[in-house]
C-alpha cells in the first residue's frame, strides 16, 4: 500500500530521511530505515573533506530551525564504507553531493562506483558562498549540470531545488532531465540576540528547516506540478502524516524527513507512515498515487 517507486527505485515507503540529518554514519542511515525509511539521502558529499563553519551552527526557534554547517563532510573518498554498510542491508542509498558546477559529473560517477542506487544533486545550500543557492538560481547553469551528470551515469539522478528564487518553475524546467525533483532545500534566513545585539550563527546567515517552512514547499511542489510530469520527492516542515498527505495532494510522489528526527526522534517515520497508511484506508485509496496531485484539480 505505502509502496512507490520513483524511477528505477523501488521503496517499501514514501518516506525517506533528508540529507543532512543523521546520516554521516552508515549506522545510523540503517536506523532510519529499520524505523520505517523506504531509502536514505546522504549528507551532501563534496570531493575535499570540509569542516564546515565555527560554533554556532544551529538555532532553534519556535517553528523550527535555522542551520549553517557549512557543509561539512568527510570528502568522497572517505564515504564509501558507509554506503557499504548501507547498501550491505539492501536499504536504498541516494548519494547526494555537492561542489563546483565541474564537480558533479566526478561526484556522481564516484557515487553510482560506491553502489548509491540514486544520486541527488544538491543544488540549493543557501549558506555556502560559490557552491549551493547561487547554481541553484542560475538557470543556465542547472540545465548544464544536469543535463551532462545524465549523460556521464546510469543511476537515477535526483536534482534539489532551492527555494530562495523568484520563480521556482523556472529553474524546475532547467532541471527537466532529472529523474525526480527534490522540493525544496531550507529557506535563506537570519536570526539576531537581542543581548549581543548581533547574529547568533558565527555565519550570519542560515537555512531555516521544520515546520515554519511547510507552507513554502508545498507551494514549490503544487507549483511545479502544475507546469510538470516529472516525479516529485516533497520535503519541507513534514513532522506529522497530515502534512506528509499535503504534500502528496499539491503532487509530491514521495517524501523526505529531516528536522522531525531532531524533535520526535526515529519514531517520526514508524508514525507518518502509520498515519498516512490510515488516512488511505478511510479515503479507499489503494497507492500513494492514487491521491497524488489530487488538489491541482481546484
Ligand atoms: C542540520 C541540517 C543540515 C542539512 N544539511 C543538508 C545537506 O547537507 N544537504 C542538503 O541537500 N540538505 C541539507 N539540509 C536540508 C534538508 O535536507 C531539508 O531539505 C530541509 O531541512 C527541509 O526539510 P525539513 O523541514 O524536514 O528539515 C539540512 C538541514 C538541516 C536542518
Redesign the pocket.
Known amino acids: 500500500m505505502l509502496e512507490v517507486a520513483i524511477s528505477s527505485l523501488k521503496l517499501k515507503t514514501p518516506l525517506m530521511l533528508?540529507?543532512?540529518?543523521m546520516d554521516e554514519q552508515g549506522d545510523s542511515m540503517i536506523m532510519a530505515a529499520e524505523h520505517g525509511a523506504g531509502a536514505v539521502?546522504t549528507?551532501?558529499i563534496g570531493i575535499e573533506e570540509r569542516n564546515g563553519y565555527e560554533n554556532p551552527v544551529?538555532y532553534e526557534l519556535d517553528t523550527?530551525?535555522i542551520?549553517a554547517?557549512g557543509?561539512a563532510?568527510p570528502g568522497i573518498d572517505n564515504f564509501m564504507e558507509e554506503i557499504r554498510k548501507v547498501k550491505n542491508k539492501n536499504i536504498p542509498i541516494i548519494m547526494?553531493i555537492?561542489g563546483n558546477p565541474d564537480d558533479y559529473v566526478f561526484l556522481a560517477k564516484k557515487a553510482e562506483d560506491f553502489g548509491a542506487d540514486a544520486v541527488?544533486l544538491?543544488l540549493?545550500?543557501p549558506h555556502v558562498k560559490g557552491f549551493g543557492s547561487e547554481i541553484g538560481q542560475d538557470p543556465e547553469l542547472v540545465e548544464e549540470i544536469v543535463k551532462d551528470v545524465k549523460r556521464k551515469v546510469r543511476i537515477p539522478v535526483f536534482t534539489?531545488l532551492t527555494p530562495n528564487v523568484t520563480d521556482i518553475i523556472e529553474i524546475a524546467k532547467a532541471a527537466e532531465n532529472s529523474d525526480a525533483l527534490v522540493l525544496?532545500?531550507?529557506v535563506k534566513s537570519i536570526a539576531i540576540d537581542v543581548w549581543s545585539k548581533r547574529p547568533v550563527l558565527s555565519n550570519r546567515f542560515g537555512?531555516y528547516?521544520?515546520p515554519g517552512?511547510?507552507p513554502i514547499?508545498l507551494r514549490a511542489v503544487y507549483d511545479v506540478r502544475k507546469e510538470m510530469n516529472v516525479p516529485i520527492i516533497g520535503?519541507?516542515?513534514?513532522l506529522t502524516w497530515k502534512d506528509a498527505v499535503e504534500y502528496i495532494l499539491a503532487g509530491a510522489n514521495a517524501l523526505?524527513?529531516?528536522?522531525?528526527i531532531y524533535y520526535l526522534g526515529w519514531k517520526a517515520f514508524e508514525e507518518i507512515n502509520e498515519g498516512i497508511k490510515k488516512y488511505m484506508e478511510s479515503e479507499g485509496f489503494r497507492s500513494i498515487e492514487d491521491f497524488s496531485g489530487l488538489a491541482q484539480k481546484w
Not at 533528508?18 to 540529518?21: D, E, F, K, L, Y
Open positions: 533528508a540529507s543532512g540529518i539521502v549528507k551532501s544551529v523550527g530551525l542551520n554547517i557543509l563532510n547526494s555537492f541527488e544538491n540549493s545550500c534539489k525544496i532545500n531550507t537555512g528547516s521544520g517552512i511547510k514547499g520535503v519541507g516542515g513534514i523526505q524527513i529531516g528536522t522531525a
